[in-house]
Structure formats: C-alpha cells, structure tokens
C-alpha cells in the first residue's frame, strides 16, 4: 500500500510530457502543471495555429498564456527530490507504441494489466478493481493483455462469437448460427477449444516423447562419437608403438646383417690374400727353376749337361691351383636381391592396410540417417561432378564437353583397346565412384536412352551387360518421355511428367536410389530400395545415331 501511495505522489508532481518530476514547474489557466521547458516546446509546434491546448484537459487558449515558475510547487518538488524518491519510468505507468492501453483511462492512458474477454475492454490496475470487487463480475475471463480483443466481434452482426462451425471451421455468433450456419455442426467456442485442447495435449506428448527419443539418439551418437576417438586414439598410439617396434627390428636387422656382411667379408679377403701369397711364392720359386733350366739349357758340353741334367727335378703339379676356382665376380648380391624381395613385401602389406584404412573408417554406423531430399535446393547440396572414363566407352560414342557428354555416332572412334571398354552396348561408365549421398543429373538430346547407376565389374561383352540387364546394374529407360526401370532383366513401367532432364539420387549406405524428373519441380518417377555391396559407377546407354546424353554441371 506504501508503494502505491508513492507511485500517486509521483504521478501527481510529475509532468505528462516528459513524464519526469517537474522542472521549472510551471500552472497554466486550466489549473494543469508542466515543465517549463516541455510546454514551452509543445505550444512552440502549435504558434502556427495560433491555438494553444493543454495538452490533457484539451482546454482551448486563443492568446498564448503567459508562463510564470510556480515556486511553491517547485519548492515541494525539490523536497520530494531530497528524500530520494523518482518519477516512474513512462514504461512502468503510461502506455507506449507497444503496450496495450487501458480503454478506460482518460487523458494519457495507463497500461492495461488485464483483458476481459466477456467485456472484449482491457485494464489498468485501478479500472480492473471492480472486477476483483463486485460478484456481478465474477464470471468474467480475464487473460493477459491482448489487442486483438475485436476480432473476437462478428463483423456481420457485432456481436460477441461465442460458437464454432465445425462445418465451415470458423467461430461465429449466435445470429450467424440462426442465419447463414442453420443446419451446420456448430459447438460452444469453450467446447470447441476444450477438444483442440485435449488434441494439443496429444500431439504435444507426441513432440515430447519424440523429443525424449532424440535427446537418447544424441546421446547415443555421442557415446559413439566418444568410442570412436578412443578407438582411433587406442589405434593410433597401438599403431605407432607397433610401428616403432618394427623400426627398431629393421634396424636391428640392418646392423646384424652389415655386421655378418663385413665379417665375411674380412674372412674372404683374408683367404683371398692367403692364397695370393702362396702363388706369389710359388712364382718366385719357379722362375729360380727356369733360370737353373736356362742355364743348364745354354750348356755347350754335352757330357757337362747330360751329367748335370738329372740333377733337376721333375716339375710337381702345384699344390694351390685347386683352391683358385674361375666364378663371376658376385659375392653379396644375392643378399641384396633378398632385401629387396622383403622390402617389395612389406611394402605390399603396408599398401593394402594403408588403403583398407579409410573404408574401415568410412563403414561406422550412423544411427540416425539424414532424410530424403524434397527440393532441389536440397538436392544440389549432395551433388557431385560426373566425368565419363574413356576407358570404359564403346567405340561408336563420341565424348565431348570435357568427358561430360556422349553422342552415339554411325562410325566407330579410334579407341585403344582397353579391358573395360563396352563392346556389347553403346554405354559408358563414369570415371568417379558413387558413395554416401550423391546426386547428379542427366540432360538429353533426341529419343533418349538409359541412366543408370552400375558396379564396376558389371560385363563389358554381350546382350546382358546392358544397364538394367543385369543384377549389378539399375536403369532408367527415358525413351520418347515415356519411363521404365530396369534391374536384373525385371522390367516396371513408370507413369510421371516428361522432360528432357532427370536427376538421380543415392544415399548408398541406406540403400536408397531415386530417380526424378526435372523442370521447374521434381516429380519423383521411381525409387528403389535395396542393398548395394559396392561403390557405384553412373553410367548411360545410348541407343539412337544423333542422341546424346550430358551430365550436367550443378550450382
């Protein structure tokens, strides 16, 4: 009660105008005070009128009053001052731009707190007493405050609509029951909304459990997300411990090997030289011989060298020219050969765990898989740059536009042979692997062919290595604009929009592909769903002289 007696003080010394305690308060003839400054300000913008008002009371002056400070009011406001106490803030009082008004407030209106949706009025604090007070209104609905109180009249008959139509699902007053809605299925607007309700309540419980569901995917996919950085973290610090280990191997190895390396070394270059010593003596002593022969040979007494003749030995078969064996000059290259051989080993074994790391990777579940796709905006953020494999093309299509285009030709084009060339059909694979989510299109010029989607190993020869023909391969028949789809021989026709354009979508991992037609909408022609064990390869088949297929360049 204390404050409210406050908040009447400040309104009674407080100016309407700034909404301020009075400053330079000032009385003009109609008894209301003002600012000085404020209500100078405010006739200032009227002198053109040569009419001056107050600007609550709306009191007309003809002559411009003559403004005198009111010093025992100032007197009081400045005592005010001294004991602390402020105007209100204009938004904690008067109501704004924003606020709903009080419909009973004169002059400057006040705040509403309330409406009334019986009285379709709203409320200040002081205006709203009554309806606390009085028991006549009692069975009043106050709600917060509203301003669109006056769309709850009937523009036809202004009056309060207190029914709903279920037939023409629109509420209503009692006169629009009788009149236009005779007959119709019509309830109290409270029945109404008491049913709404309860289904409110449903869909809400619906929304929360679905939330609760979410809330435990989250935290599943973070308990994953946990499991998986401390799998790759385990892996990795498992790795590089094994890694070292197997360094610190190699290099034990390296140093063993050099090691017996030039110990054998040594010990065939001792030998080696062992022998070279020996021979070198044996040399030596040998041309002592043949100089004893030679002299004994110049002897020009034939009694003197028959006589000295068997005094010289017979000429023995050298003990050393066993040892000497004629080979090629290798001695460690087969050591060499056996390191290679280990190190073309590793290297393979290496190569492969290398290359299985990333599908290892890339094969984690994801629990909670993205929806399908349902505008084209939402399909180009999957799209992916479709390039053809002129290894993989049949000789009688030519390529253009960068590898994106195929034309089916009468000649055939000087193509190299290459294993995975089409001889069976005029179609050709792309050159990128289709995982995870993809999407690309394919424009046409002429009767049209097939789009398909097809495993690198499908069939290069023959009548059943044309896409759809096979159970590795999944096509799109867009002859004439007319549609069939084609997997393992099976044929489905297809009714939907013709268009020179279709988009095919695959989400690889849920085993989802959809095949669209393309304009200014998309209209889904046919989806598939179904396992795929291997990256896929996008691919077309032309079947007309002159048509042509190109992958089309998305933005």
């Given at each position: 009660?204390?404050?409210q007696g406050?908040q ?6 407080s100016?309407s105008?700034c ?7 000032v009385?003009?003839p109609?008894?209301?005070?003002y600012?000085?400054?404020c209500?100078?300000?405010n ?5 053109y009128?040569k ?5 609550q009371?709306r009191e ?7 403004l005198?400070k009111?010093?025992m009011l ?14 209100a803030?204009?938004d904690h009082?008067?109501?704004g731009?924003e606020?709903v008004?009080c419909d ?5 209106k006040?705040k ?5 949706l019986?009285c379709?009025?709203?409320?200040c604090?002081?205006?709203l007493q009554p ?5 006549a209104f009692q ?12 769309e709850n009249i ?9 029914m709903?139509c279920?037939t023409?699902?629109?509420c209503?007053?009692?006169l629009?029951?009788?009149n ?11 029945e109404?909304r008491?049913e ?6 449903v869909?809400?419980q619906t929304?929360?459990?679905?939330i609760q ?5 989250v935290?599943l996919?973070?308990?994953e997300v946990e499991a998986?950085n401390?799998?790759a973290d385990k892996t ?10 197997l360094i610190?191997?190699i290099?034990?190895?390296s140093?063993?090997m050099?090691?017996q390396?030039?110990s054998?070394?040594?010990t065939e ?5 062992e022998?070279q010593?020996?021979l070198?003596?044996e040399?030596t002593?040998l041309?002592r011989r043949?100089?004893?022969l030679k ?7 034939h ?5 000295n ?5 017979a000429l023995?078969?050298?003990p ?7 080979k090629?000059?290798r ?6 050969a056996a390191v290679?051989?280990?190190f ?5 074994i ?5 290359t ?5 990777v ?6 909670l898989p993205?929806p399908?796709p349902?505008?084209q905006t939402d ?5 992916c740059?479709?390039?053809l ?5 049949h000789?009688q299509l ?7 285009k195929?034309t089916l030709?009468?000649?055939h084009?000087p193509y190299p ?6 001889t069976?059909c ?5 050159r990128?692997?289709?995982t995870g989510?993809c ?9 049209g062919g097939?789009?398909a989607?097809a495993?690198k190993?499908i069939g290069?020869t023959g ?5 759809g023909?096979?159970?590795k391969s999944?096509a ?7 549609y069939k789809?084609?997997?393992n021989?099976?044929k489905t ?5 013709g268009?020179?354009r ?6 690889h991992r849920?085993?989802?592909l959809s095949f ?9 022609l046919?989806r ?5 064990t291997?990256?896929l ?11 042509s297929a190109?992958?089309?360049?998305l933005e």
């Open positions: 009660m204390e404050q406050n009447f003080d400040l309104a009674t010394f100016c105008i909404l301020d305690l009075l400053n330079d308060p009385a003009i109609c008894g209301h005070s600012c000085m400054g209500i100078k300000n006739w200032d913008q009227e002198d009128r009419v001056y008002r107050c600007p009371c007309t002056f003809i002559q411009r009053p003559v005198k009111n010093t100032a007197a009081l406001v400045e005592q005010l001052k001294k004991t602390g106490l402020q105007a803030p204009a009082c008067y109501a731009p606020d008004a009973f407030c004169s002059g400057r006040l509403a707190i309330k409406s009334c019986f379709l009025a709203s409320y604090e002081k205006h309806h606390y007070d009085s028991a069975k009043h609905k106050l709600v917060e405050p509203s301003k669109n109180l006056q009937c523009s036809r008959h202004d009056e309060v609509m207190k709903f279920r023409d699902q629109k209503i007053c009692l629009c029951l009788v236009d809605h005779k007959g119709h299925d019509a309830v109290s607007a409270a109404e008491d709404r309700q309860r289904e409110l309540e869909r809400r929304i929360q459990q679905r569901d979410r809330e435990k995917d935290k996919l973070q308990q998986i401390h799998s990795v610090e498992d790795s590089e411990e094994i890694f070292s280990q610190r191997l290099q034990k190895r140093s063993d050099k090691q390396i030039r054998q070394q040594e270059v001792s030998r080696v030289k022998l010593e020996k070198e003596q040399i002593e041309k043949d100089a004893e002299q004994l040979s110049h002897t020009e007494d009694n003197q060298f028959l006589h003749y068997p005094s010289v030995s023995s078969e050298s050393h020219s066993s040892s000497i064996k004629t090629p000059l001695y460690f290259e087969d050591v060499t290679k051989e280990l073309d080993v590793l290297q393979d290496l190569g492969d765990n290398t299985n790391t990333p599908k290892t890339s094969d984690v579940d994801v629990l993205e399908e349902t505008s399909f180009l953020k999957y799209s740059e479709i390039t494999d002129p290894n993989t093309v000789t030519l390529l253009s536009e960068g590898n994106r195929a030709m009468k000649q084009q042979k290459h294993p995975d060339r089409f069976g005029c179609q050709v694979l792309s990128e692997s289709l989510r999407y690309l299109e394919v424009k046409w010029r002429g009767s097939f789009v989607v495993y190993n290069r009548g059943d290595c044309g896409f023909r096979n159970d999944w799109l028949d867009c002859y004439h604009n007319q789809f084609f997997h021989n099976n026709s297809i009714s939907g929009p268009s020179s279709v988009g095919v979508y695959l989400d849920a085993g989802v669209y037609s393309v304009s200014e909408t998309m209209t889904l046919h598939v769903q179904t396992t795929f291997q990256p390869h996008a691919g077309v088949w032309v079947y007309w002289p002159g048509d190109e992958f089309c360049r």
